[in-house]
């Protein structure tokens, strides 16, 4: 049991001093640099224009005042750093085509010819052949005509 409190205890005083810690380090960040050399003035003597002016420390960022005595408290704009782009050092690739300009078909009825072809090749075979048969049969009636032609004369 004692030995329990004894580490509760301990590991509230470990927590207190964390906790003071932070309040300093709060403290330090709370107070402006440029303040720093200006005596803090806590104590309320009576005297309210001298607190106002003392505690009236403004600084203006994005707003530029109408006031001239606000005016001096205008911050310039801050400077960002230069520095080089890393992608446009890299020079521009050189200009290729569009691949997806390949994709696209030339005709647009190219996959009906690709389905169709066997039969159309089938057709083309029997058109050649109906074809040269046409044509032994006209020369077969020329030479007809051409012997009846001779035998009549």
């Keep these: 049991m004692a030995t329990e409190e004894q580490s509760i ?3 509230a005083a470990e927590r ?3 906790l003071r810690a932070l309040r300093a380090a709060q403290e330090l960040l709370e107070t402006p640099d440029d303040d720093s050399s200006l005596p803090k003035n806590d104590s309320d003597n009576g005297d309210a224009a001298n607190d106002g002016e003392n505690a009236l420390n403004l600084k203006f960022r994005n707003y530029l005042p109408h006031d001239k005595q606000l005016q001096e408290g205008k911050l310039a704009a801050p400077q960002l750093p230069k520095f080089e782009d890393p992608v446009a050092a890299v020079p521009p690739p050189e200009e290729k085509e569009d691949p997806f300009l390949n994709i696209a078909p030339k005709k647009p009825n190219w996959d009906l010819r690709r ?3 066997k039969k159309l090749d089938k057709l083309e075979k ?4 109906a074809l040269h048969k046409l044509m032994l049969e006209r020369e077969k009636q020329r030479e007809l005509e051409d012997g009846n032609a001779t035998v009549e004369e």
């Design 115 to 117: 389905d169709v072809q």
């Design 9 to 11: 205890e301990q590991a």
């Design 16 to 18: 207190r001093e964390r």
């Design 126 to 129: 029997r058109t050649q052949k």
